[in-house]
């Protein structure tokens, strides 16, 4: 069955966590992938978290009293490099804009 | 450290109680605990500071619901200082203008997070419903044979009604506001609109009706129970009653042979110039003894006198007994063996009197001589 598209957030979480990350850090890193474009509230982030742990994309590596630090499955890696596939098929697709075909 | 006790914010008004939170750190009140009425709060420095509420897992019913370590440790990660929490609601707090982001800045992740909060509503609503048609049902089991006796009670005490209906209604309507204010917040985040953290001025405005309706009714049952006076049965301090001695009965007055207390009168206000007198008298003589028991309302004017003695007939005792007498003075009354009713003006009385006698004859004359007493009674209190 073909993979739901990912939210912008979902996809840059999983980036972020090709190496296991805590969850402020992640918040930084996520920052930095994105250029200073994507800002993430530590809210929708722990959402987030949640919800991929549940799906299964991402596991705990290991944690402490408070910080749990998170790290890609091998499920959420292959989501994620399909989410990648997929977002460049739509890049490809639009280069006919640059040929000036409409 | 001097603390203050305050009532809190109503957990669903989530806008209410970031508001209510930052008022008081201005005053130098900083929030310590909520409680389950009472937000306690200790005496600290004035500061700017924002509030954000975060609601718990829906998973939690009613209990203490906490949130994970890890969620807190990333709010504080980001600026966020946790204050405390109680049932679904925990509270950060930071300096206001510091810059922190905000907890969430996807209001349909944010949704999901009220969940609990819609749940715990509902719930809420059903059991103030439940509780409502209870007490509703207990009123009617218990009064529906004594109906007379309740449209009494609500004679003698004119707000008792109102004030049952405050209490009632404002439950209900806090209820249904509460389900209605969290399901709109709910669709409101899930159409990617951010909370609305405005004040709730119609529901305030509402709220503050029910509050003082619900404050007059009670003040005005406070003051008429201040104002009761408690009077000896002798002639000239009865008011409208009658006693005994008026009919005849010389005997000691004597403990009532029903509770025990003293024989007494009792004058309780109804507000607008209108009384209820309330006699209980009990005489004794060597081996015998008469008692009198009434009920004089002075309501000022003869329809209302006139309404009311429907209700009095109902709440005798042998109310099929009864049967109309002409008894000049009086505009109206009806006796049998032990009752009589009578109106005259503005004036209804209820009466039963019980002397010592071999027969009912003498007893039902006796209650006419009573009734030609009062009328008589009541002439004279109208002519002075």
Not at chain 2, 360 to 370: I, N
């Amino acid at each position: 069955m073909e993979q739901q598209p990912m939210t912008e957030a979902m996809y840059y979480v999983l980036l972020a966590l090709l190496r296991p990350l805590h969850g402020y850090g992640l918040m930084q890193r996520i920052g930095q992938l994105s250029g200073g474009r994507l800002t993430m509230s530590p809210g929708t982030l722990y959402g987030i978290l949640t919800r991929l742990t549940r799906e299964g994309l991402i596991r705990l590596e290991e944690q402490d009293a408070r910080r749990k630090t998170y790290a890609l499955t091998e499920t959420g890696r292959q989501a994620l490099g399909a989410e990648y596939a997929r977002l460049c098929r739509l890049v490809e697709d639009g280069a006919i804009l640059k040929e000036g075909e409409i | 450290m001097k603390r203050l006790y305050w009532f809190q914010p109503d957990d669903w008004d989530i806008g209410g109680m970031e508001r209510a939170y930052a008022r008081m750190a201005r005053r130098g009140w900083q929030l310590e605990k909520r409680g389950a009425f009472f937000s306690r709060f200790a005496r600290k420095e004035p500061a700017e500071v924002c509030y954000r509420v975060e609601l718990a897992s829906p998973h939690g019913y009613f209990g203490e619901v906490k949130l994970p370590p890890e969620q807190v440790a990333l709010y504080e990660e980001c600026g966020w200082q946790y204050v405390t929490g109680r049932g679904l609601v925990h509270l950060f707090q930071a300096p206001a203008g510091s810059g922190e982001p905000e907890l969430y800045d996807d209001p349909r992740q944010q949704a999901e997070t009220l969940q609990g909060l819609r749940r715990e509503a509902r719930q809420q609503l059903i059991g103030v419903c439940v509780q409502i048609a209870l007490y509703l049902l207990l009123v009617v089991l218990n009064w529906c044979r004594r109906s007379a006796h309740l449209y009494l009670m609500f004679v003698q005490a004119p707000t008792l009604l109102p004030l049952a209906l405050v209490l009632m209604g404002g439950l209900l309507a806090n209820a249904v506001h509460r389900v209605f204010l969290v399901g709109r917040q709910y669709r409101r985040l899930r159409r990617g609109m951010p909370l609305d953290r405005r004040p709730q001025w119609v529901w305030r405005t509402v709220r503050g009706g029910l509050w003082a309706a619900g404050a007059a009714c009670a003040a005005f049952l406070l003051w008429q129970a201040a104002s009761i006076r408690t009077l000896p049965p002798e002639p000239g301090q009865a008011g409208p009653c009658l006693v005994l001695e008026q009919l005849g009965v010389e005997g000691e007055l004597t403990d009532l042979p029903v509770g025990g207390s003293e024989s007494h009168l009792t004058a309780t206000p109804l507000g607008g110039g209108r009384y209820w007198w309330q006699g209980q008298e009990t005489r004794r003589e060597g081996g015998w003894e008469a008692s009198l028991f009434q009920d004089v309302y002075e309501l000022g004017s003869p329809e209302a006198a006139n309404e009311l003695r429907t209700l009095l007939i109902l709440s005798t005792t042998f109310e099929r007994a009864l049967e109309p007498v002409e008894i000049e003075g009086l505009d109206w009354a009806v006796y049998g063996d032990l009752e009589a009713v009578a109106v005259r003006g503005g004036r209804a009385a209820s009466l039963t009197l019980i002397v010592p006698t071999e027969n009912y004859d003498e007893q039902k004359a006796a209650l006419r001589r009573a009734l030609e007493a009062l009328a008589a009674h009541w002439e004279s209190l109208d002519a002075a």
